[in-house]
Nanobody, 128 residues
């Protein structure tokens, strides 16, 4: 029922920046915990970042902490992932996900199974 559409992926050189966007349908966006995940070829989908309903709390995987920033604009039904100082290991398909009724518990927001809706993914390729 809820549709998520990622955009902003592409090819960027190592050390560069990229900003991903995820637009959500409906008028309940502000009630969702939003997360970003990524999946590289041959690897499992892994947690990247999450943001609470009111943007008060954020949570990042150690691998991206201090380089990535997640934010949201509830008026625009959009969540963002600003990626700076990109590394080749950041290359992956990035997915936006929404948790409709979840509580802000790190074990939950960092887990794939807690999210109800997923976008189609956007490819991020970091070259050196």
């Amino acid at each position: 029922q809820v549709q998520l559409v990622e955009s902003g992926g592409g090819l960027v050189q190592a050390g560069g920046s990229l900003r991903l966007s995820c637009a959500a349908s409906g008028r309940t966006f502000s009630t969702y915990i939003m997360g970003w995940f990524r999946q590289a070829p041959g690897k499992e989908r892994e947690f990247v970042a999450a943001i609470s309903r009111n943007s008060y709390s954020t949570y990042y995987a150690d691998s991206v902490k201090d380089r990535f920033t997640v934010s949201r604009d509830n008026a625009k039904n959009t969540v963002y992932l600003q990626m700076n100082s990109l590394k080749s290991e950041d290359t992956a398909v990035y997915y936006c996900a929404a948790d409709r009724l979840g509580r802000w518990l790190l074990a939950a927001v960092g887990s794939r199974i807690e999210y109800d809706y997923w976008g189609q993914g956007t490819q991020v390729t970091v070259s050196s």
